[in-house]
T-cell receptor, first 112, second 116 residues
Framework: AQSVTQLGSHVSVSEGALVLLRCNYS??????LFWYVQYPNQGLQLLLK??????LVKGINGFEAEFKKSETSFHLTKPSAHMSDAAEYFC??????????FGTGTRLQVFP | GAVVSQHPSWVICKSGTSVKIECRSL??????MFWYRQFPKQSLMLMAT?????????EQGVEKDKFLINHASLTLSTLTVTSAHPEDSSFYIC????????????FGPGTRLLVL
């Protein structure tokens, strides 16, 4: 069975600082991995995805993530945080099916 | 592309009434759609898989008779919360897969249900 673990339910950074949101996955076969962002009272927006091509994936809004098989990780980073990045971030995994398994989410706060 | 809409965005109803939520794929066809439930400050919980032209597949612990799902066309799935009670109050989100191999889920904006 597949699972996703997001370390840290809350992450706080200063504006302009590096953003690092951690995600580790468990899967017996090569997975597809996703990062979604959710703003208050809204649905989920796809940030980026890994589908077995390049291990470094660039997404929208300056975010990127690197698939590391040896570490079973797919951490999300952004070099410089912006106030508008404050939101809930979800890591998710699927194994070549439509069904997504979500992590518990990480709330990102950005301070001026 | 790959836009999913939901209607209504907000609904308030009295206990015992039924509420219907629509999920539409606006610019692509979706033979499968998914319904999630999200409690405040929690992750999304998959409730069921909606299949066009056939019965929905429910996750363990989700009451089929309580949450009726109909997927009558390639662009529309509906979730009906029957005889709603306050504990059904939640944020309901749908998604539909799209992409070269349907690998990516695109999510609707969600429907906030409040049962009084």
């Amino acid at each position: 069975a597949q699972s996703v673990t997001q370390l840290g339910s809350h992450v706080s950074v200063s504006e302009g600082a590096l953003v690092l949101l951690r995600c580790n996955y468990s899967s017996s076969v090569p997975p597809y991995l996703f990062w979604y962002v959710q703003y208050p009272n809204q649905g989920l927006q796809l940030l980026l995805k890994y589908t077995s091509a390049a291990t470094l994936v660039k997404g929208i809004n300056g975010f990127e993530a690197e698939f590391k098989k040896s570490e079973t990780s797919f951490h999300l980073t952004k070099p410089s945080a912006h106030m508008s990045d404050a939101a809930e971030y979800f890591c998710a995994v699927s194994v070549h099916t439509d069904k997504l398994i979500f992590g518990t989410g990480t709330r990102l706060q950005v301070f001026p | 592309g790959a836009v999913v809409s939901q209607h209504p965005s907000w609904v308030i109803c009295k206990s015992g009434t039924s509420v219907k939520i629509e999920c539409r794929s606006l610019d692509f066809q979706a033979t499968t759609m998914f319904w999630y439930r999200q409690f405040p400050k929690q992750s999304l919980m998959l409730m069921a898989t909606s299949n066009e032209g056939s019965k929905a597949t429910y996750e363990q612990g989700v009451e089929k008779d309580k949450f009726l799902i109909n997927h009558a066309s390639l662009t529309l799935s509906t979730l009906t919360v029957t005889s709603a009670h306050p504990e059904d109050s939640s944020f309901y989100i749908c998604s539909a897969p799209h992409g070269q191999v349907r690998e990516t889920q695109y999510f609707g904006p969600g429907t906030r249900l409040l049962v009084l």
